[in-house]
T-cell receptor, first 115, second 113 residues
Framework: DTAVSQTPKYLVTQMGNDKSIKCEQN?????MYWYKQDSKKFLKIMFS???????INETVPNRFSPKSPDKAHLNLHINSLELGDSAVYFC??????????????FGPGTRLTVL | AQSVAQPEDQVNVAEGNPLTVKCTYS??????LFWYVQYPNRGLQFLLK??????LVKGSYGFEAEFNKSQTSFHLKKPSALVSDSALYFC???????????FGTGTRLTVIP
C-alpha cells in the first residue's frame, strides 16, 4: 500500500493556466507538507498543515494555495502558472506537528513542466 | 537560524569499499538530524535520524551515521558499498523548536562496479 500518494505524477501545461496537485496519506498522520525541488535538486518547504490548519507558510507567491479538506489530504492549487514554477513538487506527512522529532514520509513527487 | 551543508556534490566509490557522505550543520539549540535517499524519479526515502542518545545511529540498508557535536557533523557511512546504493543523498536538520526541516543541497553517490 502506498503511504503517501500524489497525482498526477507528471503535469505539462502552458503558462497562465491553473492546475492542482493532489496528495493523500494513509498513515494516519496529523501533519502534511508541500516541498518544491528545483532543477538543481534543492529541496525547500512551501507549506505545512496540522489537522487541516496551516502552520507553515514560507515565502511562496500567492498564486500557490494549499487546501486541506481533511487531515489525510493536502492539495496544492497553482494559479497563473509561470515558467519558474517548473519543478518537482513533493508531498510529505509526519505523525506529530512540524516541530516534533517525527520522521517525514515523502510521496513520489509530481514533475510540473510549464511551457 | 538553522542550516546544513553537504560539501561534496558528487562522491564516487568502488563497489565493496566503505563510503562516507559528509554533512555539517548549524543550529542555535539541539539539532534533530536526518538522512534521506532519493533514487532516480522517486521520492525521498527515510534512512535514519538522530534525536538524542547514542551518537552512532543505525538505519536502513546497512547505513549508519555518527553525530559529532564538537564538529557539528553527521556523516553517513556504510562499510561496504553496493552498486544499488547509487542515488542522491540528503542531510536535513531541524533546530529544537523550529517548525520546518531544512535540507542540504544533496550529494550524488555513484558506486562503481
Amino acid at each position: 500500500d502506498t503511504a503517501v500518494s500524489q497525482t498526477p505524477k507528471y503535469l505539462v501545461t502552458q503558462m497562465g493556466n491553473d492546475k492542482s496537485i493532489k496528495c493523500e496519506q494513509n498513515l494516519g498522520h496529523d501533519t502534511m507538507y508541500w516541498y518544491k525541488q528545483d532543477s538543481k535538486k534543492f529541496l525547500k518547504i512551501m507549506f505545512s498543515y496540522n489537522n487541516k490548519e496551516l502552520i507553515i507558510n514560507e515565502t511562496v507567491p500567492n498564486r500557490f494555495s494549499p487546501k486541506s479538506p481533511d487531515k489525510a489530504h493536502l492539495n496544492l492549487h497553482i494559479n497563473s502558472l509561470e515558467l519558474g514554477d517548473s519543478a518537482v513538487y513533493f508531498c510529505a506527512s509526519s505523525q506529530g506537528i512540524a516541530g516534533s522529532t517525527d520522521t517525514q514520509y515523502f510521496g513520489p513527487g509530481t514533475r510540473l513542466t510549464v511551457l | 537560524a538553522q542550516s546544513v551543508a553537504q560539501p561534496e556534490d558528487q562522491v564516487n566509490v568502488a563497489e565493496g569499499n566503505p563510503l562516507t557522505v559528509k554533512c555539517t550543520y548549524s543550529v542555535s539549540g539541539n539539532p534533530y538530524l536526518f538522512w534521506y535517499v532519493q533514487y532516480p524519479n522517486r521520492g525521498l526515502q527515510f534512512l535514519l535520524k538522530y534525536i538524542t542518545g547514542d551518537n552512532l545511529v543505525k538505519g536502513s540498508y546497512g547505513f549508519e551515521a555518527e553525530f559529532n557535536k564538537s564538529q557539528t557533523s553527521f556523516h553517513l557511512k556504510k562499510p561496504s558499498a553496493l552498486v544499488s546504493d547509487s542515488a542522491l543523498y540528503f542531510c536535513a536538520v531541524r533546530d529544537w523548536g523550529a517548525n520546518n526541516l531544512f535540507f542540504g543541497t544533496g550529494t550524488r553517490l555513484t558506486v562503481i562496479p
